[in-house]
């Protein structure tokens, strides 16, 4: 088992609720065939509840009920299937052009029996025509201006992206907001969400499409 402290553990029952178990064996997975594949260090094994599973967990609370969802380059689930943990009123499409990746993916979400997660195997400007959903999350990706031309599509002319971002967040939206623009975001908002759980809040950067 992935140790927990008690801030951790207590942050994650207030998160997941009756799904903590659910969460915590995703985590066991991160610690032990996904360090082994490559898709996180193991330096991160240590802080793989704050710095990544909580964090992404967060995001959950900026997602209107029952939305569809699609997490871009999803990498080792981070944000997607903390989200869909978090959320089983969620619909998830997790995209994710790796092939080694893709069968982690499937593998962890068929352990948990996730049924409202589907994978695909792709880039997301691949994949437009068989993804409209109502919100595109993204972490790590890339930076914002380019990030956006891969999300924002997603959304068909309407939704939200939310990519979770760093200090840099305002920053990169002024950079970006002339892209953003030209792909139709009307609105582009940097928030922080998960105060009153985390030590440290998770910024999150929201485009409004439409």
Same mark, same amino acid.
């Given at each position: 088992?992935?140790?927990?402290?008690?801030?951790?553990?207590?942050? /994650?029952?207030?998160?997941?609720?009756?799904?903590?178990?659910? /969460?915590?064996?995703?985590?066991?997975?991160?610690?032990?065939?996904?360090?082994?594949?490559?898709?996180?260090?193991?330096?991160?094994?240590?802080?793989?509840?704050?710095? %990544?599973?909580?964090?992404?967990?967060?995001?959950?609370?900026?997602?209107?009920?029952?939305?569809?969802?699609?997490?871009?380059?999803?990498?080792?689930?981070?944000?997607?299937?903390?989200?869909? @943990?978090?959320?089983?009123?969620?619909?998830?499409?997790?995209?994710?052009?790796?092939?080694?990746?893709? @069968?982690?993916?499937?593998?962890?979400?068929?352990?948990?029996? *996730?049924?409202?997660?589907?994978?695909?195997?792709?880039? /997301?400007?691949?994949?437009?025509?068989?993804?409209?959903?109502?919100?595109?999350?993204?972490?790590?990706?890339?930076?914002?201006?380019?990030?956006?031309?891969?999300?924002?599509? *997603?959304? %068909?002319?309407?939704?939200?992206? *939310?990519?979770?971002?760093?200090?840099?967040?305002?920053?990169?939206?002024?950079?970006?907001?002339?892209? @953003?623009?030209?792909?139709?975001?009307?609105?582009?908002?940097?928030?922080?969400?998960?105060?009153?759980?985390?030590?440290?809040?998770?910024?999150?950067?929201? @485009?409004?499409?439409?």
């Amino acid at each position: 088992m992935v140790e927990t402290t008690p801030a951790e553990l207590d942050a /994650a029952r207030k998160i997941f609720g009756d799904r903590l178990e659910l /969460a915590q064996r995703y985590v066991e997975h991160l610690a032990t065939s996904g360090m082994e594949r490559g898709l996180l260090g193991p330096r991160e094994v240590p802080r793989l509840w704050s710095r %990544h599973v909580l964090n992404c967990a967060v995001v959950a609370e900026l997602i209107p009920a029952n939305a569809t969802v699609a997490d871009v380059g999803s990498g080792a689930g981070l944000p997607g299937l903390c989200l869909a @943990i978090a959320r089983p009123d969620l619909s998830m499409t997790l995209i994710e052009p790796l092939e080694r990746r893709v @069968i982690w993916l499937n593998e962890v979400v068929t352990d948990l029996g *996730l049924d409202n997660v589907r994978v695909i195997r792709g880039r /997301a400007e691949q994949v437009v025509d068989e993804v409209n959903v109502d919100v595109a999350t993204a972490r790590a990706v890339s930076a914002l201006g380019g990030l956006a031309g891969l999300t924002v599509p *997603l959304l %068909h002319g309407r939704g939200q992206v *939310l990519a979770i971002k760093g200090r840099s967040a305002e920053e990169e939206v002024q950079k970006a907001a002339k892209a @953003i623009r030209k792909l139709g975001g009307r609105d582009t908002a940097v928030l922080t969400v998960g105060a009153d759980v985390l030590e440290e809040p998770t910024t999150v950067v929201r @485009i409004t499409v439409g």
